[in-house]
């Protein structure tokens, strides 16, 4: 089976490439996979090897702090000046939850890169920001209100129909089908971004009805495993036949790219908000579809709600609060699936040719 997030000595490099040299060789050290020291290397720091997903995440975040700090004429490293700055950029445009979470980033590459050296105040103004983003409620949207759960699935529906309709198979249709069924399936299946995207054809078992996502990609290091709707699986069944089989990939990656390739980190953030913003008017991010999947959850079953905290994964129920109260004003579209799926199965007695 390919590794959909197989380390590369260029991957490697290309992490580390705007860095200062001796950082660069620092990198390159711990993760080249050509070099035979790499594991003696960790084995000594007594610590296990980030994972390729993780590597690449937490160099962006260090790549972005040096952009910041260069662009305040301010000293390539990490000190407390140069962190000011950057949290204050990140401030202008994100969260205090992302605000926390990706000075944590930076923490763990400073003690990564320079590990004999003292990151107690970091650590403190990580527990600062962390305080902060506890203290602040979410923000769903401009409007201060969840996202409708049916609208986001309706779009996902829509657009692979719109795919289908059109009676092509070339990039185009493939890409409108493929982000439709990450918006239908990101619904029912809301898993964070990371196991959404290094899904394989494995972790989807069709005639099943089953999504199994292993414990390496899930942020409570559990596996996951959720049935499947049925129109979402014969969704997905058309995916497999149809439209990701159009460029016979040779790996086993669940999502391509144009050309037929796995996709990489990071790719189907900007796809699902361009999307989104052209056909609901507001970009909704990987977070914000989880949030509508656990008030999808909620509306279909409303008695049952609670189910939010495991569908989510989430450590306690409070956290599923605003997805109760919420899902009373959203209506379950289940004639509207009913019909999708009477669809999809007409689709599989036409020659596809």
Known sequence: MTVIY???SEGVASDCASWPEAEQAVWRALFDPDDPETFRRWARRR???WSRPRQYNVAGVYTRYLRCV?????PEAIHPEGVRAFVAELQARCQPHTVHSQVCMLASIAHLLHPNDDWSWLTDTCRNLDRVGRNTPKRKNAGGKLLNAHDLYATGIALMIEAMESGGVTWAEIQTYRDGLWLALGTVCPERRRALETLTVDNVRVDAGLLDVPADVMKTGEASRRRLPAVIAEAIRTWLTVYRAAYAPNHNGFWIVKGGTPVRPGTMYPAMKKVTRERLGIAVSPHRLRDAGATFIAEEMPENANLA???LKHRTEAMT????EQAQQIEASKRFAQYVQAYMHSLNNHDTS
Do not use: D
């Open 6 to 8: 197989e380390t590369t």
């Open 47 to 49: 610590e296990k090897p």
């Open 70 to 74: 260069r662009a305040h004429a301010l």
């Open 309 to 311: 905290s495991t569908l």
């Open 321 to 324: 609060r605003i997805y109760q």
